[in-house]
């Protein structure tokens, strides 16, 4: 079903260069904006834009959020925003009014303690947030900044019983290889949860996506580039985590 209107998202998306997509200060209107975090520092890749480096952070920005914002409208009686989108560090108070973002590349991710605070207050009163885009040993670094943020927390595995692979579309295989031309061919993708008291039936506070990258799917819907079935699975487990963060 997905596969049958990505056309329109990329329609959408290529209407503006960025306009409003990726700003600091969009008020706050009720609806559901996009988050994109960006990190400060890192082992690599923690630039500022318009003054170098290699913006790890901002990979797929920002036709990933413009496709998949469209796409949770059309699907969805979401008021999503797809007009606009944030850019936000993890110490703007601004994230607390916005009950899911995303992290791109957290295996080269590095905070200050102040940061991980409020990522830990962020988590605890509601927020959700899909970590994405790492592989292989990034899973280290990404481990040991999220046990600053929650000392002893446990990433569990998820599997295909799990809620969120139902909360919307009913997802029923979400190991899909990567495609044979993609930098992660080889790589299988999991999914882990890090829940509310380290109990796997209680609230998942984020999920982490690795071995894969899933804003690549949304970046490219519609463009012929991947294989339709990773691309349709890429869509609605985007669709999925909003559907379960903002209902639970």
Known sequence: MVAAVLGCAVTVSAQSRFGNWGRP????????????????????????????????????????????????????????NTRASLILTLDDPHLFKHPIALMQEPGFWVMTDEQAARLRAYLLKGGF??????EGNHWEN???????????????????????????????????????????????PEYFGLFEDNDPNGRMMAVANYNTNLAEYWQMGGMGYFPIEPMSVGFELGINYMMYSLTR
């Open 25 to 80: 200060d969009i008020p706050y209107d009720g609806g559901v904006t996009f988050v994109r975090l960006r990190w400060t520092e890192g082992t690599s890749g923690a630039g500022t834009p318009g003054r170098g480096g290699r913006n790890m952070w901002l990979h797929e920005f920002p036709r990933a959020e413009q496709n998949l914002m469209t796409m949770l409208e059309d699907f969805t009686l979401v008021d999503a």
């Open 129 to 134: 947030v899909i970590f994405n885009d790492f």
């Open 142 to 188: 990404f481990e040991a900044q999220m046990n600053r943020v929650l000392p002893g927390s446990q990433w569990h595995p998820l599997d295909i019983s799990h809620p969120i692979f139902d909360a919307f579309f009913r997802i029923e295989k979400v190991d899909i290889p990567n495609p044979r031309y993609h930098h992660l061919f080889g790589r299988i």
